[in-house]
Structure formats: C-alpha cells, structure tokens
C-alpha cells in the first residue's frame, strides 16, 4: 500500500462520514434552514473527499482537472443554488421556521452607496475557462475537440458579454490569492467540525438566528464573492440582500459576535482582493 | 482498500436512507429539495468511492455533470416557491 493509496482510502472514509453526517443533519435538524447546513454543507465537504479518491485512483492530468472542475463548481453554483432556495423559503410563509429562530439586527453605520460603473465587452478570462472544461470533459487534446472548444467557448463568452464579472485584481497576485484560499480553507473546516458537533445538540438546544450584517462593497461581483463564500462555510447561509443589509442564517449562534466577526473579516479579505480595481473606478 | 470502501458505502447507505425518509416527510417543498439535493451528493460520493474501488475512470466525467445538475434543479424549484409565494399575496 503506498501513501497515496492511503491518502484516497482516508478521503473515501473520511468523505463518506460527512455525507452521511449530513444526512442525520436531515434528519435531526428541526427546520429547513439548519438542515440546509447540514445536508448540503457537509455534504458538499464529503463529496470533495470521495472526488479526491477517485482523481487520485486516475492518476492523470485528467483526474486532477475534474477534481479542480468539481471543487470550482461545487463553491460557484452549490451555494448560489442553496441561498436562492434558502432566500425563497424564507420569504414563504407556509415554510415552517424553528420557534427558536432569533432574528438578531447589528448595529454598524450603513455605508454609503457609491455605486460602480460597469464595463461591457466579453471576459476573455471566462472564455479560457470554458476551454479548459471542454479539454477536461472531453479528456483528450485532439484536433477536431480543441476546435469544438475553441467554437463553443467563443459563443458562449459572446453570449454572456454583458454579464462578465470583474475579476480579483488579486488573481494576478498567486500569493495574495493563495493567502485567501488558505484563510477560506480553514474556516471551512472550522465550520464544518462546528456544525457537525451541534448534531449532537437536541432540537431544543440548537439556538438557530438570523443576522442582519451591513456590508460596505458595492460592486455585484464582490457581493457575489462574499455571499457565495457565506453560503458555502457550514453554519451559515445567505438568505437575502436588501439596501446594503445582509440577513445571514447561522446555524447555532448561542453568542453571534464570532460569526459577525467571521463574516467581517471575509468581507475585509474578498474587498482586498479587489482593492486595485476599487482604486481605479474611484479615482 | 475493498475495506475502506465498504466502510464507505455503509455510511453513504445511511445518507441515502435519511434523505429519502426527508424527501418523503417534508414537510415543505424547501425541505424536500434540500433532502433531493443531498440523496444526489450521496449519488455522487457513491460515484467517486465506485471509481477507487475498480480503478474504471470511464464515467469520471459524470462527476462534473451530476454536481452542475443539482444547481439546475435547486433553481427551478427556488424560481417555483417564489412564485408560488406572490400568487398568494395577489
């Protein structure tokens, strides 16, 4: 058995617990919004595990690019479906809500809108990023699939021109990017440990709130990033945004001063990343 | 290997049959599609752990597409509650 044998047995195990953590949180939880945390969180964390087995098993370049592909799409489109699900349930009354749901507004003075201008013109970055996952899908580099891709990524980036996102200033930096990632990381497995230590909780102790939070960035791609961000760490998830307010559902907030907290320093980090790109539309 | 994959698919097992067990109590439509959403992550994880266990990579591809098919359905019945929602305010 080799070490990275090891490696994928410890990801298979590992990731299949908190698959099937997830589906106690199902079952334990008492409302939507908490089995939310549960089911789609630590899912989420445990289906990268069991992905990591498999690119590992495959052992190719290929392998590494799904896994890459998967963890991407898992943090850009799992989240985004979660908060809408969760912003609509929210909004419907006939949605049953915990009792114990306690609505906790935060005081911070509202910043002022500046607003943002939008440039048009197509993202070539997204273009490149649609090819690479036609080259991972397809799996091979053969003439007529790179043509194909070249095509299809194309229209689809012509297609979508008005909607491109700004893009971090920070991805030119790889340290400040990677700084990010290192800091997302971990409070990903922070929370992920923290949620599935609540499972233990009885319904009744499980004091679930949500959190009115003020954010001070401005331009959708930075709200995206940080919403998305939030609905991804267990334990919280995004329900709505409303005049520069943020309503975010936490799971157990016995005390919401370490969650504002969490939520501030994300904010700090993400309007970082976008800093230089600030600087220029202002100035 | 074959151990820890067996492992592995007891606790998946587990997965499938609390999120079926939510898919059909509910009580709300949210509930219900929180609890597909993870019976397809199970599915996934099962692929995943299927992969290691043969060393067959054919379906690999299928990862990517399961994990972008949950986003879709999650927003169609998002887009559904919503409208469900502002009938009964008419």
Redesign the interface.
Known sequence: ?TPI?LI???A??G???L??L???G??RFPD?FT??HG??KA??I??V???L??????G?P??VL?LL??VA??FL??P???S??????Y??????RSPLTAELPFELPIPEVTGSSRRGGPSYALGVWLFI?WI??F?SVAPNVVIGGIVVAAIVTFAFRRLSPHWPVALAHPVRTAEFLVFFGWQVVRSTWDVVWSLRLDRHLLRPAIIEYPISMTTRSEVTLLMNSISFTPGTVALELHDQLLYVHVLNAHDPAPVIAEINALETRIMAMYGQARQIETG | MIVATNIAALFLAVAALASLYRVVRGPSVADRMVALDSLLFTGVAALGVQIFRTGDTTYISLLVIAVLTAFISTVVIARYIEAETSNDAD
Do not use: K, Q, Y
């Open positions: 058995m044998d994928a047995a410890v298979v195990v990731g299949s617990l698959v099937a997830g589906g106690i199902l079952l939507v089995r939310m089911a789609t899912a989420t445990g289906v595990g069991t992905t087995a498999a690119a590992l098993e495959a190719s290929r392998g799904i592909l998967v799409l898992l489109s799992g985004l479906g979660m809408l699900l969760a912003r609509a349930a909004h419907d009354h006939e949605t049953p996952v991972a899908l799996g």
